[in-house]
């Protein structure tokens, strides 16, 4: 691991020193740097891999170069069975697009009647899982995994939608984990883990169960807990997965019964450990807020259900992870800016220093969508970004693209539209820091002070 990131670092460092007309050798220098190394990633990658990815990406960076637009640009919003077309402004900068060519060609076509850009939802005779709420979704070797959620009942079933081939499959799996909801998903190596949630009434309310999911074979074990010590059973909780550990924060059982706590689960050793923490601010018991982990081994928590005023939350709270002593510190922030509104049931991503939340609900479904610049400490609206109003969808980020899938439209109304959105390519550097992130490098003790600060920025 450590050899890698030193040759990932040492490359990107050079190319940005120098003159050199860096697109033009990339490939080739790419190959040669990486050989050998590619087998030390948990990842599995290989230098041609590594080629394809950077094809892509010198492609996008060289053809944005020319110039940046700060206007809002059509882009399009692919949902299955349907084609909706909108004007945004994507969570940065927008790149200058030509109006006469798709600007995804593998994803958007241009319909010569109507003048506008539209995508096929779908490919093959297999259709999109049911309409659902409640579900997770977790990115995987080119594929989005769907597992669970609920509609009139709950459901236990897994789908993969292959985002190179741009069709769905549904994985049978015969032995696995009860029909659930409300559950948190997380990869780790080639494994998904599920833990929580809550089932259908045979199955007992509030879990505390993990199940993990071999993403290779598509086989279910149930992962025991060292000392049978988990967490109480729960639903609305939030997770991620940092140096070997998945933490695991709040959740709740019922509008009465709602957590504050934070969880460390070690994937090594299968243990649970109740994390203490330690904060200057009253850190109200919450769930179906939001949470994702940005560099610095930190967590961005967002909103939910609570005992408030309103019964909903929009308070931003950074809780940093690893601290020694089995400790977790937390500290509400205050940016400035126009906040969204009290919420739960959101959805977010990160993003280039950004954390962007979609749309939840309150006393109504919410469509709007807001970004939180994490390095001005600024709250802005994403404008005209609507993935329509809905709650407890999930989104995750491939690549250069986030997708929607699913939610709760109204009472007793679930959707299984798949919604796309094109973010701004990042530069080289950023791209380099995600990529080394995304590998989840466990011993960051041993690596250089400037390399901790480079993967920290």
Not at 138 to 146: A, S
Not at 147 to 172: K, M, Q, S
């Amino acid at each position: 691991d450590l050899a890698t990131v030193s040759v990932l670092y040492c490359f990107v460092t050079r190319i940005m020193s120098t003159e050199i007309n860096w697109h033009e050798d990339l490939l080739g220098s790419i190959d040669v740097e990486m050989q050998g190394y590619s087998s030390s990633l948990e990842t599995p990658s290989t230098p041609s891999d590594l080629s394809s990815d950077y094809s892509s990406i010198t492609s996008e960076i060289v053809s944005s170069s020319p110039g940046i637009d700060l206007t809002p640009h059509q882009q399009q919003f692919s949902s299955h069975n349907h084609q909706h077309s909108y004007s945004h402004s994507t969570l940065s900068r927008v790149q200058q697009v030509d109006s006469s060519q798709p600007a995804v060609p593998h994803l958007f076509l241009q319909n010569v009647t109507s003048q506008k850009y539209e995508t096929p939802s779908t490919v093959g005779n297999i259709p999109a899982p049911c309409a659902r709420f409640g579900h997770t979704a977790v990115i995987y070797n080119n594929k989005m995994i769907v597992y669970g959620g609920r509609n009139a009942e709950c459901l236990g079933d897994v789908w993969t939608f292959d985002f190179l081939e741009r069709n769905w499959a549904p994985i049978h799996t015969p032995v696995g984990p009860c029909p659930r909801a409300g559950h948190t998903a997380v990869v780790f190596g080639s494994k998904m883990f599920i833990f929580g949630g809550v089932g259908n009434k045979e199955s007992g309310n509030w879990l505390n169960d993990m199940w993990a999911l071999d993403l290779d074979r598509f086989t279910w074990t149930e992962v025991l807990p060292k000392d049978e010590k988990a967490p109480q059973g729960r639903k609305g909780h939030t997770a991620v997965v940092s140096r070997g550990s998945m933490f695991v924060f709040g959740g709740g059982q019922d509008d009465e019964t709602l957590y504050n706590d934070i969880w460390e689960f070690k994937f090594e050793d299968c243990s649970w450990s109740l994390q203490l923490l330690s904060g200057m601010t009253k850190l109200h018991p919450r769930m179906y807020h939001v949470a994702v982990l940005i560099p610095g081994d930190k967590m961005i928590v967002f909103g939910g259900r609570a005992h408030t005023e309103t019964g909903f939350l929009n308070d931003v709270i950074e809780i940093t992870l690893h601290v020694p002593g089995k400790y977790c510190r937390y500290n509400e922030l205050t940016p400035g800016g126009t906040p969204p509104t009290h919420r739960m049931c959101s959805t977010a991503i990160y993003h280039n220093h950004t954390v962007a939340i979609f749309t939840g609900g309150s006393f109504s479904y919410l469509e709007d969508s807001h970004q939180l610049d994490l390095q001005k400490m600024q709250w802005t609206p994403i404008d005209n970004v609507t993935f329509g109003g809905r709650t407890r969808p999930t989104t995750v980020k491939w690549k250069n693209t986030i997708m929607t899938f699913g939610g709760c439209v109204h009472v007793d109304g679930y959707v299984n539209d798949f919604v796309e959105v094109e973010l701004e390519p990042m530069s080289l550097m950023q791209t380099m820091r995600e990529y080394i992130l995304e590998q989840r490098i466990s011993d960051r003790e041993g690596l250089p002070p400037h390399m901790v600060q480079f993967l920290d920025e």
